[in-house]
């Protein structure tokens, strides 16, 4: 039987090329057919361009394992295991970002209750990559592999699904961040929509298919102020080019539910923050300049009303995320065929009690115990929205998703961690 890869990419790259050869030699023998000379040498044309395709070819095929981090038998043996599903009824995911701040927390759960895990991450350096690699070590010590690879690698994906038949996939790699959308437009559109595609195409072709679940944004929301914010509010006034990216995605999978049959759970989250998390958010950068002493500048809306998120610590957001990978139906087509309706379903995970930004670093400040030095300024036109507040109904109704963190608590087990890691916990009165 063919493999995925070799559906996708047949590795017949020199056909064209012997055809075209073939034609060409057949018009020397007409010219030349009567001089046994000219003959001969069409034979050794013949043998030269043969050897000259062969060595081609050879280079082509061979070119991906002499430049390629990933490939090969023993590496194969290290994807299955990972993969390996320890419980009954367990399910095996494949988990793209999870070298990320979401991505490390929902791949150590899944590994935890015995669910087969691969991770998948391209290390880029969005952020400090050391902490990525941090997040790798952590997960490599709990037996899960992380690939090294971009999700736009379709080869490598495939090689992926032939090696394992994942059941789930776990899409949280992404470009976060909404401000820095103004600075690097092109890497949202390189994750958040070729890269999207990429994997859909190779989910959609997998036989069997695997149910998706992937990571939204709170921020489709953009302008809209009917609070909270209900799965059926309009989203069609992104306020960022991330918002605008993460609602395309929206659309995407839609497309592929409805052609292919792919199950598809997109979940949007509300500023999720905890431990080992991301370090361009405002709680993380925050903490690091009020422990070094520097100002921190917080935004302020029109009127000078202060902006509110709707945080949501990171364990409550890891729950919902397996309650949906748990509930999320099977995908019904095979192979590219669709054979029957498939689910679509759209979350919000927030924490339904939003906290306005100085009430944040105030928090920190007392977990901290060193006062900030504040900086307030109007918030410039970077794509900020002026407040997120999540209604999680559908969601409690759908799989009992029930947030139980405050933000006092959840910074409480942030600060802690951050001390830790950055080796603070020796200096006086930082415990
Ligand atoms: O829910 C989401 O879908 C998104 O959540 C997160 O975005 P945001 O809610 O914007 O979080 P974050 O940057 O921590 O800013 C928090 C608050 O601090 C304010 N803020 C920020 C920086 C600063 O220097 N000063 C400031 O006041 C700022 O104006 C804001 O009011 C993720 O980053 C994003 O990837 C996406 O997942």
Same mark, same amino acid.
């Given at each position: ?67 390629? !981090? ?157 609070? &909270?914010? !209900? ?6 006034? &992104? ?140 918030? &410039? ?51």
């Amino acid at each position: 039987m063919p493999s995925l890869e070799d559906e996708l990419f047949p590795s017949t790259p020199g056909k064209f090329k012997v055809d075209r050869a073939h034609n060409m030699n057949r018009q020397f023998h007409r010219c030349f057919a009567s001089t046994s000379t000219m003959f001969l040498w069409a034979l050794f044309l013949i043998a030269l361009t043969a050897s000259y395709l062969s060595f081609q070819s050879f280079v082509d095929s061979g070119s991906r394992y002499f430049s390629a !981090s990933w490939g090969g038998i023993q590496w194969e043996k290290q994807v299955r295991n990972s993969a390996q599903i320890h419980r009954s009824g367990g399910m095996s995911v494949l988990v793209t970002g999870a070298a990320g701040f979401v991505g490390t927390h929902v791949s150590l759960a899944l590994k935890k209750r015995g669910d087969g895990v691969v991770g998948l991450d391209n290390f880029n350096n969005y952020y400090d990559p050391s902490l990525k690699k941090a997040r790798k070590s952590l997960l490599n010590s709990h037996g899960i592999l992380v690939v090294e690879g971009d999700l736009n690698d379709a080869k490598l994906l495939a090689k992926l699904f032939d090696v394992v038949a994942f059941t789930h996939v776990m899409h949280l790699a992404a470009q976060a961040g909404v401000r820095y959308a103004m600075e690097n437009p092109n890497s949202y559109v390189h994750s958040n929509i070729a890269g999207l595609v990429t994997l859909l195409e190779i989910c959609k072709s997998a036989n069997p298919q695997p149910a998706v679940v992937w990571a939204s944004s709170s921020s489709v929301y953009g302008l809209n102020e009917k609070v &909270p914010f !209900s799965e059926a509010d309009r989203t069609d006034q &992104p306020a960022s080019l991330y918002a605008a990216t993460k609602k395309a995605g929206e659309e995407i999978t839609h497309t592929y539910n409805h052609i292919y049959g792919l199950s598809v759970t997109g979940l949007r989250f509300f500023t999720v923050y905890g431990p080992w998390g991301r370090p361009d958010m405002a709680y993380f950068s925050f903490t690091r300049n009020i422990l070094q002493g520097k100002p921190i500048t917080i935004y302020r809306g029109k009127n000078r009303v202060d902006l509110a998120r709707d945080f949501t610590y990171i364990d409550d957001i890891v729950k919902g995320c397996l309650g949906s990978l748990d509930t999320s139906g099977k995908s019904t087509g095979s192979g590219g065929k669709k054979k029957g309706n498939a689910p679509y379903r759209i979350f919000n995970l927030g924490n339904t009690s939003p906290v306005k930004v100085p009430e944040l670093v105030n928090i920190l400040e007392r977990h901290l115990k060193v006062k900030a030095k504040r900086n307030i300024v109007d918030m &410039p036109g970077n794509g900020d929205v002026p407040f997120t507040h999540a209604n999680i109904s559908l969601a409690q109704r759908e799989f009992g998703y029930k947030p139980t963190t405050d933000l006092q608590t959840g910074l409480k087990k942030f600060v802690r961690w951050y001390l830790s890691y950055y080796g603070y916990n020796n200096r006086k009165g930082l415990q």
